[in-house]
């Protein structure tokens, strides 16, 4: 396994971005565990799989997977449903007991699409748990290149037409290329604390840096 991948690629389970999940949800774990049970939560872009591999299948723990697509559940403790982060209005307030959230965030296209997931998250959730990639880690973890987020967004374009970067497939079509370019917006803590103004932020750290951070309210 290349360096690149043992740092920041998801899909390989000895990579450090795998090993810093998995610790992030004992952390995670390690506050809901002090709430009254049964828990409901909405997990915004999740899979049955991640709760599965991380040892979540619990009757006491109800979790609706909202995606723009259904996905696929062989568990009753699991329902999957279609939805738009930025527009939960199907839910009444404080629908659930917690709204948690993995690298979504992120790929909204707009600082307004960003405020708006956050203001949902925070009226249909009793509580939260939202996790994003820290903007100033030096590996951009979508693309697996170093720094690749400084970059002029010209010349991010150029290398997203022209190579395969880590988890995206080289398109061919420069318009594509500028899409998936502006649908990554990474955040800093600064804006995520005022996305979450009265939340815990919580930062992953490795080697000093903060490779990710967390808005929660959990405590």
């Known amino acids: 396994m290349s360096l690149v991948k043992k740092v920041a690629d998801n899909s390989s389970t000895a990579s450090l971005s795998h090993s810093m999940r ?10 809901i565990d002090k709430l009254n049970k049964p828990v409901t939560i909405l997990d915004i872009g999740g899979t049955q799989e991640y709760w599965i591999n991380m040892g979540v299948d619990s009757k006491d723990i109800k979790i609706t997977l909202l995606n723009l697509s259904l996905q696929t559940t062989t568990s009753p403790n699991f329902l999957s449903v279609v939805g738009d982060a930025t527009n939960l209005s199907e839910y009444a307030n404080r629908s659930f007991d917690i709204v948690f959230s993995n690298s979504v965030i992120e790929h909204l296209f707009t600082k307004e699409n960003q405020g708006r997931m956050a203001r949902e998250v925070m009226r249909v959730g009793k509580y939260h748990f939202i ?3 820290n903007y100033y880690f030096p590996m951009e973890p979508h693309f697996l290149f170093p720094g690749f987020q400084f970059l002029p967004k010209s010349v991010r374009v ?3 037409n022209k190579f395969n970067l880590g988890h995206i497939c080289r398109k061919g079509n420069i318009e594509d290329a500028r ?3 502006e649908e990554i917006r990474l955040l800093k803590t ?3 604390q005022e996305l979450f103004p009265k939340s815990i932020i919580w930062k992953e750290k490795f080697a000093g840096l903060a490779k990710s951070i967390v808005a929660h309210n959990l405590s």
């Open 131 to 133: 996790q994003t990639p």
């Open 22 to 31: 998995y610790k992030r949800f004992v952390y995670f774990k390690s506050l």
């Open 179 to 181: 899409s998936i370019v």
């Open 190 to 192: 600064k804006e995520m």
């Open 158 to 160: 150029l290398l997203i």
